[in-house]
């Protein structure tokens, strides 16, 4: 098991910048995929970045593809969404997600652990 927190949400004006962390405990993050996902009111649970275990090969939805930056830190078990050119359209609730394996998983149902997510809202 483990568990998932999210931090690092709040109001921002459009343009602004972020930075998510997404702390694991429970056991040792590294052997984990990751991923964020974010819902906005009325829709469904959408991908946004995945890193692998290792670190490498983040993908990114090509809604944030160049605004946005996945990374993680596994001596500290945390993976991190850095989010810069904030929109409008961003907001949502962000949650992180985590699967024991080598591969990059970008689909919900994909994923075993979720956190309980943390609210980002861009203003115009």
């Known amino acids: 098991q483990v568990q998932l927190v999210e931090s690092g949400g709040g109001l921002v004006q459009a343009g602004g910048s972020l930075r998510l962390s997404c702390a694991g405990s429970?056991?040792?993050?590294?052997?984990?995929?990751v991923g964020w996902f974010r819902q906005a009111v009325g829709k469904g649970r959408e991908f946004v970045a995945a890193?692998?275990?290792?670190?490498?090969?983040?993908f990114y939805a090509d809604s944030v593809q160049g605004r946005f930056t996945i990374s993680r830190d596994n001596a500290a078990n945390t993976v991190y969404l850095q989010m810069n050119s904030l929109k409008p359209e961003d907001t949502a609730v962000y949650y992180c997600?985590?699967?024991?394996?080598?591969?990059?998983?970008?689909?919900?149902?994909?994923?075993?652990?979720w956190g309980q997510g943390t609210q980002v809202t861009v203003s115009s």
């Open positions: 429970g056991r040792t993050f590294s052997p984990y995929a």
């Open positions: 997600a985590a699967k024991s394996t080598s591969l990059r998983l970008t689909t919900t149902r994909d994923y075993d652990y």
């Open positions: 890193i692998s275990w290792s670190g490498g090969r983040p």
